[in-house]
């Protein structure tokens, strides 16, 4: 038998997970794109990708360990 919870937490994951994904990718794609001119507006493209993966890894940590 499987937990009743699962279901719905498998879900939110998918849902969190994809996000992350989705906004992360579309930001590698313009900062990959703006290489081709301003070096510069693509180094700070990629800084704000790993800014933002890195605060949605502490946000998901903090709530892991709420539980």
Not at 35 to 63: D, M, N, S
């Given at each position: 038998?499987?937990?009743?919870?699962?279901?719905?937490?498998?879900?939110?994951?998918f849902?969190?997970?994809?996000?992350?994904a989705?906004?992360?990718?579309?930001?590698?794609?313009?900062?990959?794109?703006?290489f081709r001119?301003?070096?510069?507006?693509?180094?700070v493209?990629v800084?704000a990708?790993?800014?933002?993966v890195?605060?949605?890894c502490?946000i998901?940590?903090?709530?892991s360990?709420?539980k």
């Amino acid at each position: 038998m499987t937990d009743p919870e699962f279901t719905p937490l498998l879900l939110r994951v998918f849902i969190v997970g994809g996000s992350i994904a989705a906004i992360g990718a579309t930001i590698l794609f313009l900062a990959f794109r703006a290489f081709r001119g301003r070096e510069f507006r693509a180094t700070v493209l990629v800084a704000a990708l790993l800014g933002f993966v890195f605060v949605c890894c502490l946000i998901l940590l903090r709530f892991s360990i709420l539980k």
